[in-house]
């Protein structure tokens, strides 16, 4: 059974940065579809972005493109979320999830199988 754990999160100044951290436990990553997605306080839960097994191939939510990357370290079971000039819109509990389809790499929830417990961040104005 794989299990993730999200870190990293913290309050943090609009124009400012951070990086999110998901570690993998129980199971390689290296068979896993990872996504990142965030929920935003009283809002659905939105995708964020997501990677492939072997991080070639990624894919963003308009709202972060150009801002926000993923990368992966398969080697350490951790995918990453950098996070530069950050908005207080970006404001949310922030999930890492993994699928069990190697190749996947998707906007919907419902193609993970396995979720994180999240991270909070929180950006100020």
């Known amino acids: 059974q794989l299990q993730l754990g999200e870190s990293g999160g913290g309050l943090v100044q609009a124009g400012g940065s951070l990086r999110l951290s998901c570690a993998a436990s129980?199971?390689?990553?290296?068979?896993?579809?990872m996504g990142w997605f965030r929920q935003p306080p009283g809002k659905d839960r939105e995708f964020v972005g997501c990677s492939t097994y072997s991080g070639g191939r990624t894919s963003y939510g308009d709202s972060v493109k150009s801002r926000f990357t993923i990368s992966r370290d398969n080697a350490k079971n951790t995918m990453y979320l950098q996070m530069n000039n950050l908005k207080p819109e970006d404001t949310a509990v922030y999930y890492c999830?993994?699928?069990?389809?190697?190749?996947?790499?998707?906007?919907?929830?419902?193609?993970?199988?396995?979720w994180g417990q999240g991270t909070q961040v929180t950006v100020s104005s």
């Open positions: 999830a993994a699928s069990r389809s190697t190749y996947y790499c998707g906007g919907s929830e419902n193609g993970y199988d396995y």
């Open positions: 129980g199971r390689t990553l290296t068979i896993y579809g």
